[in-house]
């Protein structure tokens, strides 16, 4: 049974250049949160989405960033015109449900945006 | 809102040597509690979490913490430590049932041979 899933796991770009970053969650899993990790720094929220629907974005920067999860496909996170402060580990996770304590979120090994 | 505090950044400690890593909470409702711990350049994998009952959680890898409310800690312990706990480890919390999780800035195990 695979775990989360996410690629590429490293990607450099260039300051203006787009950056998409794939997650696939765990077979059967239909919830997926992104997290952002800079340097020296814990995990920060920053979206919570279920199928085709976003449920909480309040981590996410107003502009540049987007996210989705397509009924078919893996999710999706979108950075427009990057600049070097986007440099980060950015970890996807899924859970089997919406109700923190009775599920866990699994993590997948991150995917290391660097932006020259 | 709901914060984690972490407030050892680093904490080195020899083999066979018991170690403790402080977490502090706050929030304003009920929470969950967690510790992650992170191996280098990998994801996060859960070693343990409270949800109510006993406020002794075992883990695994031979680490448990204790749910202290009073307090609002949840300190992460383990009697006798190995090589390959070498690793980052990280407090986390939720409020009620939601999944929006908060980390805290996390505290690097240095494992001394």
């Known amino acids: 049974n695979a775990g989360v899933m996410q690629n590429p796991r490293h990607l450099v770009r260039r300051r203006g250049q787009e950056a998409r970053l794939r997650c696939s969650p765990m077979?059967?899993?239909?919830?997926v949160y992104w997290y952002r990790q800079l340097p020296e720094e814990g995990l920060k929220f920053m979206v919570y989405?279920?199928?085709?629907?976003?449920?909480?974005e309040s981590g996410m920067p107003k502009e540049r960033f987007s996210a989705e999860f397509p009924k078919e496909g893996p999710s999706i996170l979108r950075i427009q015109q990057v600049v070097r402060g986007d440099s980060a580990a950015y970890f996807c996770?899924?859970?089997?449900?919406?109700?923190?304590?009775?599920?866990?979120?699994?993590f997948g090994p991150g995917t290391r945006l660097t932006v020259l | 809102a709901q914060s984690v505090t972490q407030l050892d950044s680093q904490v080195p400690v020899f083999e066979e040597a018991p170690v403790e890593l402080r977490c502090n909470y706050s929030?304003?409702?009920?929470?969950?509690l967690f510790w992650y711990v992170q191996y280098p350049n990998q994801g996060l994998q859960l070693l343990l979490k409270?949800?109510?009952?006993?406020?002794l959680v075992k883990g695994i890898n031979g680490f448990e913490a204790e749910f202290n409310k009073s307090q609002t800690s949840f300190h992460l312990r383990k009697p006798s430590v190995h090589i390959s706990d070498t690793a980052e480890y990280f407090c986390a919390v939720s409020e009620g049932g939601y999944q929006k999780v908060t980390f805290g800035t996390g505290t690097k195990l240095q494992v001394i041979p």
């Open positions: 996770a899924s859970s089997l449900s919406g109700t923190s304590g009775t599920n866990e979120q699994f």
């Open positions: 989405l279920q199928k085709e629907n976003i449920i909480d």
């Open positions: 077979k059967g899993h239909s919830h």
């Open positions: 929030s304003s409702v009920s929470v969950y």
């Open positions: 409270y949800l109510s009952g006993s406020t």
